[in-house]
């Protein structure tokens, strides 16, 4: 039910699985998997039994040390990360004592036979019938080998880099500049994001902060994308080295509909189709589109069509009602589509159109019966990856940016081809949205994938509420048909008659400050100011300066600008009465985060 704690809605599932027949080892290893991707020496068997029941539920992520029993059985498991201790120990006279320290009862060193941790993903458990332990090993082996795990992966497995190469698509005309200024493209999302990405393999390196006013305070058309803000670990749930740590990653997805998951012996599970990270190229996505010949022709792609501010909450009732019809005519994979915007035709924000045929599925229980693939022109940075991962996507195609690195790499300069740009550029994707999951502590993206693990800022709550149900929002702003003008504004502007548009994107201004650009809090007179007052040593250039930085209503740049200090002289406090700093300051702690845990209470 909704708002239940995390630890709650695990044991629910355990509950669930263990009275549909699961034996209760068999549900835990279900739900708190080993990392098998990328562990080379792991037993085929074990790898197959994890690999076959990866598609029916993603891991249950994030550091946990689990105890867990059915009155017969008790044990005990860790998560594939090993992040939180247990520690146990075995007596003389068969007594097992599990804990997060060592020592934390009094038992003689004489009496211990055996002293342990457990280790990641492994099992303890103890048969209180048969009276021992069982070891993870002969434990995993016997659950392994109880059914051909192995053969029916084979038989339902289909690897899309194994499929062979379609015919090539041809590309779309000559308006790549219109097409981009339509998506919000400017020359600083080339400058710092693309062309870094494509030579490097990675995202470019920037400095901390940012003094550009928040998406809802702008006076620029934003996208969707800028309204959301990611979620980080707190202290219960620390964040994951994704480089050190590159064994419990993974981008492996699963695209299509997921097996049964209450019947224990599914005889004819449905083909799945796995990709081993979720960023399509062209070839890939061409292949997704041809994969009918592979999937009985269950395959339905949608584009959203013409519609203006006021239809846009129609269009999207539209979309979820084909999605809706494409499952009940047997379609098991979706594809959300803006290929085909173009000067008639306005795209609703992928973002936007991915959420709602998401929840809508979910709320009609049908999301489990398709795959859901994103194929856009909006998506070109690891923040818009993220988001569309978060709300739903299991697998993005971002053909406007591809087609601009084709374009910008079609002579190879530096020697790296256009084929290798977007190898790079997928590359780096890649990595960013490994850094963007493990600052959540989670480590797959099928985990991340419809997780929602972001708060929504400057979004009206009837929006949020329709169409992200379930996202934090503590500050509330635009509605739907504001999103659809913003989106249209932009639309306008690239097939405008604008001459600074012409021939050239905009240039920008939210990495650095420009004439034309977003408002900065730093700007080159707010510096001036503040050189000239200081070199100068005067008072009156350095007022200027602080009027300047202060006048932050004015000019929108904070959410802390729009305040304003309600002040009533008639309920002055005399200042006698008021308690002196050097008494306040005495009940300053600096404990900070740790304070709750090394408190005395």
């Not at 200042?575 to 300053?588: H, N, Y």
């Amino acid at each position: 039910y909704p708002g239940q704690s995390d630890t709650a809605s695990f044991d629910n599932c355990l509950e669930l699985l263990t009275m549909a027949g699961y034996p209760l080892s068999h549900a835990m290893m279900m739900m708190i998997p080993e990392a098998w991707e990328r562990h080379t020496l792991m037993d085929d068997n074990h790898r197959a039994f994890y690999e076959y029941h990866a598609a029916m539920m993603e891991p249950w992520d994030g550091p946990a040390a689990i105890t867990f029993t059915d009155g017969r059985q008790v044990g005990a498991t860790l998560d594939r990360n090993g992040l939180r201790p247990a520690r146990y120990l075995i007596t003389d006279d068969d007594l097992v004592i599990l804990a997060s320290e060592a020592g934390v009862l009094p038992v003689a060193e004489s009496r211990i036979v055996k002293k342990w941790r457990l280790q990641p993903g492994k099992m303890l458990l103890i048969d209180m019938e048969a009276g021992r332990i069982i070891d993870d090993q002969e434990l995993k082996d016997q659950l392994a080998n109880a059914k051909p795990y192995k053969q029916w992966i084979e038989h339902i497995r289909i690897k899309l880099d194994a499929l062979p190469e379609p015919r090539a698509e041809a590309r779309l005309g000559d308006d790549l500049l219109d097409r981009q200024q339509a998506f919000g493209y400017t020359q600083e999302d080339l400058k710092f994001q693309l062309l870094p990405m494509a030579l490097d393999g990675q995202e470019a390196i920037g400095a901390m902060g940012n003094d550009a006013p928040l998406a809802v305070l702008s006076d620029r058309d934003k996208s969707l994308y800028s309204y959301f803000r990611q979620l980080f670990a707190q202290v219960t749930n620390p964040s994951i080295d994704p480089i050190r740590e590159q064994l419990v990653m993974s981008l492996v997805s699963f695209i299509g509909p997921k097996p049964n998951l209450l019947d224990i012996n599914n005889i004819n599970p449905p083909l799945r189709l796995e990709v081993q990270q979720p960023v399509l190229d062209f070839a890939e996505m061409a292949k997704i589109r041809k994969i009918g010949r592979y999937s009985k022709g269950k395959f339905r792609s949608f584009y959203p069509a013409a519609w203006g501010k006021q239809g846009i909450e129609a269009r999207l009732a539209s979309l979820c009602a084909q999605a809706v019809d494409a499952i009940g005519q047997g379609h098991n994979i979706l594809v959300v589509s803006d290929r085909h915007a173009d000067r008639e035709r306005v795209a609703i924000p992928a973002l936007l159109a991915t959420s709602a045929v998401h929840l809508h599925l979910v709320n009609r229980g049908l999301r489990t019966s398709t795959g859901l693939v994103v194929e856009t022109g909006s998506a070109r940075e690891v923040h818009h990856f993220a988001l569309l991962a978060g709300y739903g996507a299991e697998a993005i195609h971002p053909y406007l940016a591809m087609e601009v690195l084709a374009q910008q790499f079609a002579a190879s300069p530096g020697g790296v081809s256009a084929d290798k740009a977007i190898h790079n550029y997928i590359k780096a994707i890649d990595k960013g949205l490994q850094k963007v999951m493990s600052k959540m502590g989670i480590s797959t993206y099928m985990s991340y994938t419809g997780a929602q693990i972001f708060e929504a800022v400057g979004l009206s709550r009837e929006l949020v509420d329709g169409y992200f149900t379930g996202t934090t929002s503590n500050i509330e702003g635009i509605g739907l048909f504001e999103v659809a003008e913003e989106a249209l504004r932009q639309h306008r502007a690239a097939w405008g008659e604008d001459p600074l548009l012409a021939d050239a994107l905009d240039v920008g201004g939210e990495y650095a400050w420009r004439t034309r650009g977003d408002e900065h809090m730093w700007t080159p007179d707010s510096i001036a100011k503040l050189q000239h007052a200081t070199r100068a040593n005067s008072t009156g250039t350095y007022q200027e300066y602080a009027q300047l930085i202060n006048d932050q209503t004015r000019r929108h740049m904070t959410l802390r600008g729009l305040f304003e200090f309600r002040i009533d002289p008639a309920a002055a406090i005399p200042l006698d009465e008021v308690e002196p700093a050097r008494e306040i300051v005495k009940r300053f702690a600096t404990g900070a985060m740790s304070l709750g845990s090394i408190s005395t209470e």
